[in-house]
């Protein structure tokens, strides 16, 4: 591993961090309750008047490295029109528990009650929710918790339908026999094959001693912690799915070519979630189509969460 003060991952952080920062986002830490500390980039104690005025929205990021490396390229766009929040999920970047390890306690239904703790905390009644992946996953059962608090939502490549035959197929097109292999990477061979799942762009030519840099940055801190997390999930244990109807509306972005959640996964969902729920397909994209083309993605925010909904 290179020295510090030779990582290209902790420069590219620090460039991340101005990015939101020059949206007028702090970051901040709070405890929610006596065991739960959650970290959030959003805005400072004293807003502007202007600020305060904007709808709020809750950006929940996927399995992976911390917020701020997957929603840079949101946080410009987004924060002209809405009053962001962006936290780490337990377990990621600097938010953490100390409540026993169960499946209660590690399950995709505590980060979303974390969630809502957190909103809640921060005076914010009213809210959307964005989540994508296993974000999505929080941002679904938040909309069942919390059908009086959250107002629309968008569930990005998020496989909030998945059986176990979809997680077993998964595993094997990683060429895998366990997800932890899959999702939590720890050399620059493991992340260059975790990018060929999730994006349309290749790794190939990058050095092997940058993606062990960017490998240690962002997949070291927390792995057992993780890995609990990846047991505790409801989703997938079996071949029955539990999706209902959610009382929101809801909009659905996938990438044409997902590799994660096959695209088949998000008609099949649009059906499960009934007449309020649209789907957008991102062409030539994968599993992180913010990513991938960020404007089209961005776009698709904008007009579903400022347009009104029908009338019923």
């Given at each position: 591993?290179?020295p510090?003060f030779?990582?290209?991952?902790k420069?590219?952080?620090a460039i991340?961090r101005?990015r939101?920062s020059?949206?007028?986002?702090s970051?901040?830490?709070l405890s929610?309750?006596?065991?739960?500390t959650i970290?959030?980039w959003?805005p400072?104690?004293?807003?502007?008047?202007e600020?305060k005025?904007?709808p709020?929205?809750l950006?929940?990021?996927g399995?992976?490295?911390?917020?701020i490396?997957?929603?840079s390229r949101?946080?410009?766009?987004l924060s002209l029109?809405?009053?962001?929040?962006i936290?780490?999920?337990?377990?990621f970047?600097g938010?953490?528990?100390?409540s026993?390890?169960s499946?209660?306690?590690?399950?995709?239904?505590?980060q979303?009650?974390c969630m809502?703790?957190?909103m809640?905390?921060?005076?914010?009644e009213?809210?959307?929710?964005?989540?994508t992946?296993y974000?999505?996953?929080?941002?679904y059962n938040?909309a069942k918790?919390?059908?009086?608090k959250?107002e629309?939502?968008?569930?990005a490549?998020?496989?909030?339908n998945?059986?176990?035959s979809?997680?077993?197929?998964?595993i094997?097109?990683?060429?895998?026999?366990r997800?932890?292999e899959?999702?939590?990477?720890?050399?620059?061979?493991d992340?260059r094959r975790f990018?060929?799942?999730v994006?349309?762009?290749?790794?190939?030519?990058?050095?092997n001693f940058?993606l062990n840099d960017?490998c240690?940055?962002?997949?070291?801190?927390?792995?057992?912690?993780?890995?609990e997390?990846?047991e505790?999930?409801?989703i997938?244990?079996d071949?029955?799915?539990?999706?209902?109807?959610?009382?929101?509306?809801?909009?659905l972005?996938w990438g044409?070519?997902d590799?994660v959640f096959?695209l088949?996964?998000?008609?099949?969902l649009?059906?499960?979630l009934g007449k309020k729920?649209?789907l957008?397909?991102?062409?030539?994209?994968s599993?992180?189509p913010?990513?991938?083309?960020?404007?089209?993605f961005?776009g698709?925010i904008m007009?579903?969460?400022?347009?009104r909904?029908?009338?019923?």
């Open positions: 591993m290179a510090s030779l990582s290209v991952a420069f590219v952080e991340l101005r939101f020059s949206t007028g986002l970051l901040q830490t929610i309750d006596s065991e739960t970290q959030f959003g400072p104690p004293s807003q502007s008047p600020n005025q904007k709020s929205l950006l929940l990021h399995f992976g490295p911390s917020a490396w997957q929603w949101q946080v410009k766009p029109a809405f009053r962001l929040y936290p780490d999920l337990v377990f970047g938010s953490t528990t100390t026993s390890c499946d209660e306690n590690r399950s995709e239904m505590f979303a009650s809502g703790k957190l809640e905390k921060l005076g914010v009213r809210f959307s929710v964005v989540g992946s974000g999505g996953f929080v941002a938040m918790m919390f059908p009086e959250v629309k939502v968008i569930l490549s998020s496989g909030v998945m059986r176990r979809d997680n077993e197929a998964f094997a097109r990683a060429k895998c026999h997800i932890v899959v999702m939590l990477p720890s050399s620059g061979t992340l990018s060929g799942m994006s349309s762009r290749r790794l190939d030519f990058v050095p940058v960017f240690q940055k962002m997949y070291s801190e927390k792995r057992d912690e993780k890995a997390l990846l505790g999930l409801s997938g244990r071949d029955k799915t539990n999706v209902t109807p959610l009382q929101q509306d809801v909009m972005i044409e070519h590799q096959p088949k996964m998000a008609h099949d649009k059906e499960m729920a649209k957008k397909v991102i062409q030539k994209t599993h992180i913010q990513t991938e083309k960020p404007k089209e961005n698709t007009s579903f969460l400022l347009s909904s029908p009338s019923i």
